[in-house]
Each structure stands twice: as structure tokens, then as C-alpha cells.
């Protein structure tokens, strides 16, 4: 069972009541707790050693990434972070120095963002170190941005750039949280996600919630150094191209917004954010599926981004 079919499955009857505005299926749980002029925004999320890290890496990296994860969720949905608890689950062997490194790289990205690290939890968990955060934001009542609401005429988005992750990437990138803010407060935006599991792995997820489809156009994507200095020393035949568009690991920002304020927004963003690529990349359309446009012509897109549980074929 792939992981979005487990996904389905758990929570296809899940309890709820009045406080939950959206529950699963977006990057973040909404939540109204009766603030007059403000949502709440509810994540979790983990990583666990041997498969988001190898446990070589500088401790200080794997606390950022494990917390820079939610942040990047919450970014998604144009959210103001608020407090975090920190859940870890141990191997018998444990090192306290390596985890003093982790809490401090945890530490050092949440004051950037005035965000409390407010607690948690620790247990113990054989051979391996994980991880787990919850996460607690809001955003202004009405505002939240949901995967749900690209419309067909959209123009679709990609900030910085896809692809080579494993490079450094992965432990080392920034949330985009003041970029997603901004976007928000000064463009219709019809529906964000990041890219957590490639652009080919979670543009489905936006164009399903939204009930439409999308045409993407090769030479637009960005692809990043990193991916090109790997295709070329493969020698595997994994072209760049293929690298943007399954990776994962981006969390970088894809969205859409109505076609009338494409030029408008990348002359805005080039003179507020200067150091980050911004991408147009195609278009939605309204019939289903994805098509990738190339030199050749058009023709379906059929990759699919990182998951968990795929069996090697």
C-alpha cells in the first residue's frame, strides 16, 4: 500500500467538531478557537534517522530541518508561526552532546521566526533517532491559502529552484515564510503547496484538490546547480530535468494566481526578494491531468515525486 492510499484510508472517517475548519488533505489542520480576527493552523511532522537524515550530518542540520519541515507547511498556507512542541524518541545508545547540537539548531531557527519551542515529549524508540514536531500558527481570519482553489486560466508558480536536494539543500533551506506572507498580502492566491516530495509528486495533490488540470512547460522549470552537477556525473541517464521534477525536498513555494497579475508579480517579487528565483512554469487548465510541454510537442506527465512505502521495482 503506497502512502497516500494509507493516508485515505486512516482518515477517511476521523472524528471532528466545531473547532475544525479543514482537517486532512492540506498542508496544515485549520483550526477556529473563536479569535475574532484569526484562524489557527495545526501541523505535525517527523524525521527519523536512516531516511530524512543518515546521522553524519552536523547535529546543528538535522535540528534545523526538523523544524524548518513544519515551517515550510505552514508557509504553504501563508501562516504566522506560534509555538512548537518537540517530541524524541531515542536509542538506548544516545548521545546528549549530539542532541544538545540539535536543540541548538532547532533554537537558532526559531528565534528567527519568534516562534517558542514550548515542550514536548521523549521516549525511547530502538536503533534509531526520531524526531517529531507539532506545530501551532494562525493566520488572519478568511486568509488561510488552502491547496484547493487553483482555477483554470491560472498562471503557476515556483519559487528558487529544484532539484540535487541531497547536496546540502535538504538540511539547509529556509522556510519561505516571509515570501508566502508577502504573496498573501499583496496577490490573489488561488491555491500554494510546497514541495516536499518533487514538483511531479505534488502538483497532483494541488490540481486534485482543486478538481483541475495543468500544462507545464520544460524549459521554465528551474532547475538547480546541484541537479545539473549530478545528472552530469551520474552516469546513470537521470537527466536535471527528471531531478527538478522528482526529487523532492524543495520546500520551495508552487502556486497559482490569476494570469492578469503574472507580469505584475514578477516585477514585485525581483525588487523584494532579489536572492530568490521566481518561476512561472505553466498554466492550469480545466481538464484534468498534467501535461508537460518540450520541445517535442505536448504530452502527459507521468513521474511521480518521492513516496514512502513504494516498493523497489
Known amino acids: 500500500m503506497k502512502e497516500f492510499e494509507l493516508i485515505d484510508r486512516l482518515t477517511r472517517s476521523l472524528p471532528a467538531n466545531s473547532a475544525l475548519v479543514t482537517g486532512p488533505g492540506d498542508d496544515c489542520a485549520v483550526l477556529d478557537l473563536g479569535v475574532s480576527d484569526r484562524m489557527f493552523l495545526f501541523k505535525t ?18 535540528g534545523h530541518k526538523a523544524l524548518a519541515r513544519c515551517l515550510s507547511d505552514v508557509a504553504a498556507m501563508a501562516g504566522t508561526p506560534i509555538a512548537a512542541l518537540i ?34 515529549e521523549t521516549t525511547t524508540n530502538p536503533e534509531r533517532l526520531l524526531i517529531s514536531i507539532s506545530l501551532l500558527a494562525w493566520v488572519a481570519r478568511g486568509r488561510q491559502v488552502m491547496r484547493a482553489g ?7 508558480f515556483v519559487s528558487g529552484e529544484l532539484g540535487g536536494s541531497l547536496a546540502g539543500k535538504h538540511l539547509e533551506f529556509e522556510p519561505r515564510l516571509s515570501e508566502a506572507l508577502w504573496l498573501a498580502q499583496n496577490f490573489t492566491i488561488h491555491s500554494m503547496i510546497d514541495l516536499s516530495d518533487g514538483l511531479a509528486g505534488d502538483l497532483p495533490h494541488m490540481l486534485t484538490s482543486s478538481g483541475v488540470g495543468a500544462e507545464v512547460m520544460s524549459a521554465a522549470i528551474p532547475i538547480s546547480s546541484a541537479a545539473r552537477r549530478a545528472a552530469k556525473a551520474s552516469g546513470t541517464g537521470k537527466t536535471a530535468l527528471l531531478a527538478a521534477l522528482t526529487d523532492g525536498e524543495d520546500f ?24 530568490t528565483r521566481l518561476s512561472c512554469i505553466g498554466k492550469i487548465s480545466a481538464t484534468k491531468g498534467i501535461t508537460i510541454r518540450d520541445k517535442q510537442g505536448v504530452r ?6 518521492y ?4 516498493q523497489p521495482t
Request: no cysteine; proline share 6%; glycine share 8%.
Open 45 to 62: 511532522d517527523a524525521v527519523v534517522q536512516g531516511v530524512h537524515f543518515t546521522g553524519s550530518e552536523p547535529a546543528e542540520q538535522v
Open 87 to 120: 517530541t524524541l524518541a531515542l536509542p538506548s545508545n544516545f548521545d546528549v552532546a549530539y542532541l544538545d547540537k540539535v536543540y541548538s539548531g532547532m533554537d537558532r531557527l526559531a528565534r528567527r521566526y519568534d516562534l517558542a519551542i514550548a515542550g514536548g
Open 150 to 156: 487553483a482555477k483554470p486560466g491560472d498562471a503557476l
Open 252 to 275: 520551495d513555494l508552487l502556486f497559482t494566481v490569476p494570469s492578469r497579475e503574472a507580469v505584475r508579480l514578477l516585477d514585485a517579487w525581483k525588487q523584494q526578494f532579489p536572492s
Open 300 to 305: 502527459p506527465l507521468t513521474l511521480h515525486g
Open 307 to 310: 513516496e514512502h512505502f513504494a
